[in-house]
């Protein structure tokens, strides 16, 4: 019993993120609502969008065109965490 209560008050406060191994860049891109138009837009899919990156460089100016004009104002490691979850869930640009 003891430790079931040891066990359940561990999952309490252990922050969800840790718990299921989430990519950091996935919380700040949940966090900032990015999905509110790319739920439509989407992610490299050329024929829906103008910019599409067919890079890493053009997938950080991307991350970085809707981060400055929707005043986000991430931190460059944030951007490059954004980017790389991006990259790893929908581009798969080699680095
Ligand atoms: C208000 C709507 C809107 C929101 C919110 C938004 N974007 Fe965008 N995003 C756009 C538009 C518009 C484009 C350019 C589409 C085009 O080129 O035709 C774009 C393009 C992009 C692209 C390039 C997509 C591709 O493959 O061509 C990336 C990456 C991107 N945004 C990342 C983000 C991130 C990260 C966030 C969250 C901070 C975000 N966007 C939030 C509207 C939005």
């Not at 969800?16 to 999905?35: F, Q, R, T, Y």
């Amino acid at each position: 019993m003891k430790l079931l209560q040891k066990s359940l008050l561990l999952m309490l406060f252990t922050p969800l993120s840790v718990m299921a191994e989430v990519h950091p860049g996935k919380v700040l891109h949940d966090d900032a609502n990015c999905m509110r138009c790319h739920a439509d837009l989407g992610y490299n899919q050329p024929e829906l969008t103008k910019m599409a990156p067919t890079d890493i460089k053009g997938l950080k100016k991307a991350v970085s065109f809707c981060d400055s004009n929707l005043n986000i104002g991430w931190f460059d490691d944030e951007k490059q965490d954004v980017v790389d979850y991006l990259n790893k869930t929908y581009y798969k640009f080699d680095h």
